[in-house]
């Protein structure tokens, strides 16, 4: 058996495949040794926090990826094996039918269909497909009928990943290199010089959302963190955070009161703002720098009881946070 006959782990075919959704390869590359090392296997990443495994994900952006990975991971430690047919694969969290269909092809070498970004894209092109595989019931079995004969072979997963690495590396987004395609003369976008036009484009419904960022600090020197009742990371610890109007971040914000007592404050100040995109949103903030006198009580909760609060050391703060939204409130102070 040569090393491409070999089958592979499924754990790791499992992990960099839900890496690689709407992430490039160059970037993953990275994240995915980092991960290896500290979580090598399910047992391993079943018995992490769900803090840590964010801190690990940071970077990766749709945070839902990581807490699906986890809450898999404890499915999969607690039967004691990770499943092998795609029916058990797509009942776990966050696994569905292309995740299901790698892990199978990939790792134990099923005759079992892929249909990712790129072989949605050299579909699209080689048949002229004008619509995507999101549009419809109709539409999405159109591209899987074509990834299914691609996987009707004994070495399907060669099939497979031949294909995945042809997307990657010729058939790219933009300016493939047709002459160097094995698949250039049944390419019907290659043969009408309609590869720009294929696959059409994804409409995409941005959402504009300013709000306020709190970084409240006490006289010692910790920032507050909390977790639940958010805008945005509402399962992770994250800097307080809400929807606000341009300009209206002098004083004391309302919603600051949730948290402290208006009473214990020395001093607010604007220290700047930045910008984030998540999902749909994309987002501008001003972050609002909150200091609190001596001997001010450290609230445990919130008013709110289904908010923990957490006070963190302000040294620390930038390796607490498991979010880039709070790295760059935190570097403005």
């Given at each position: 058996?040569?090393?491409?006959?070999?089958?592979?782990?499924p754990?790791?075919?499992?992990?960099?495949e839900?890496?690689?959704?709407?992430?490039?390869?160059?970037?993953?590359?990275?994240?995915f040794v980092?991960?290896?090392?500290?979580?090598p296997d399910?047992?391993?990443?079943?018995?992490?926090?769900?803090e840590?495994?964010?801190m690990?994900?940071?970077?990766?952006?749709?945070?839902?990826?990581?807490?699906?990975?986890l809450k898999?991971?404890k499915?999969a430690?607690?039967?004691k094996?990770f499943p092998?047919t795609r029916?058990e694969?797509e009942?776990l969290?966050?696994?569905?039918?292309?995740?299901a269909?790698?892990i199978?092809?990939?790792?134990?070498?099923e005759?079992?269909a892929?249909l990712d970004?790129n072989?949605?894209r050299?579909?699209?092109?080689?048949?002229?497909?004008?619509?995507?595989?999101?549009?419809s019931k109709e539409?999405s079995?159109?591209?899987?009928?074509?990834?299914?004969?691609v996987?009707?072979?004994p070495k399907?997963?060669?099939?497979?990943?031949?294909?995945?690495?042809?997307g990657?590396t010729?058939?790219k987004i933009?300016?493939?290199d047709?002459a160097?395609?094995?698949?250039?003369e049944s390419c019907r976008a290659?043969?009408e010089?309609?590869?720009a036009?294929?696959?059409?484009?994804?409409?995409?419904?941005?959402k504009?959302?300013?709000?306020?960022v709190?970084v409240?600090?006490?006289?010692?020197?910790k920032?507050?963190?909390?977790?639940?009742?958010?805008?945005f990371?509402k399962?992770?610890f994250?800097?307080p955070?809400?929807e606000?109007?341009r300009?209206?971040?002098s004083?004391?914000p309302a919603?600051?009161?949730?948290?402290?007592n208006?009473?214990n404050?020395c001093?607010?100040?604007n220290?700047?703002k930045f910008?984030h995109?998540?999902?749909?949103?994309?987002?501008?903030?001003?972050v609002l720098?909150?200091?609190?006198?001596?001997?001010?009580?450290?609230?445990?909760?919130?008013?709110?009881?289904?908010?923990?609060?957490?006070w963190i050391k302000?040294e620390?703060?930038q390796?607490?946070?498991?979010?880039s939204?709070c790295?760059?409130?935190?570097?403005?102070?």
């Amino acid at each position: 058996m040569s090393d491409l006959d070999a089958p592979r782990d499924p754990y790791a075919v499992w992990i960099s495949e839900t890496m690689l959704q709407q992430t490039q390869v160059s970037t993953v590359r990275e994240y995915f040794v980092r991960w290896m090392k500290r979580f090598p296997d399910i047992k391993t990443l079943a018995a992490a926090s769900e803090e840590e495994v964010f801190m690990y994900w940071q970077g990766l952006g749709y945070y839902s990826r990581a807490r699906n990975i986890l809450k898999t991971a404890k499915i999969a430690a607690e039967r004691k094996k990770f499943p092998r047919t795609r029916k058990e694969l797509e009942a776990l969290p966050g696994i569905g039918a292309y995740t299901a269909g790698a892990i199978l092809s990939l790792a134990y070498h099923e005759r079992e269909a892929i249909l990712d970004g790129n072989l949605v894209r050299i579909f699209s092109r080689l048949y002229a497909l004008d619509f995507l595989p999101t549009e419809s019931k109709e539409s999405s079995e159109a591209y899987w009928n074509y990834a299914r004969e691609v996987a009707d072979s004994p070495k399907a997963y060669m099939h497979n990943e031949a294909l995945m690495e042809l997307g990657r590396t010729i058939c790219k987004i933009k300016n493939p290199d047709c002459a160097n395609c094995p698949l250039q003369e049944s390419c019907r976008a290659a043969k009408e010089n309609r590869t720009a036009d294929f696959p059409p484009a994804k409409k995409h419904i941005q959402k504009d959302w300013h709000g306020t960022v709190l970084v409240i600090e006490s006289a010692d020197h910790k920032i507050l963190a909390i977790h639940g009742g958010q805008k945005f990371f509402k399962n992770q610890f994250t800097l307080p955070h809400f929807e606000s109007p341009r300009n209206a971040t002098s004083g004391l914000p309302a919603q600051a009161e949730d948290y402290i007592n208006a009473d214990n404050v020395c001093a607010v100040k604007n220290i700047g703002k930045f910008k984030h995109n998540i999902t749909v949103h994309k987002i501008e903030c001003d972050v609002l720098h909150i200091k609190l006198r001596e001997k001010a009580p450290m609230r445990k909760a919130s008013a709110n009881t289904t908010h923990e609060i957490q006070w963190i050391k302000r040294e620390t703060a930038q390796d607490f946070f498991a979010n880039s939204f709070c790295l760059k409130a935190l570097a403005k102070l």
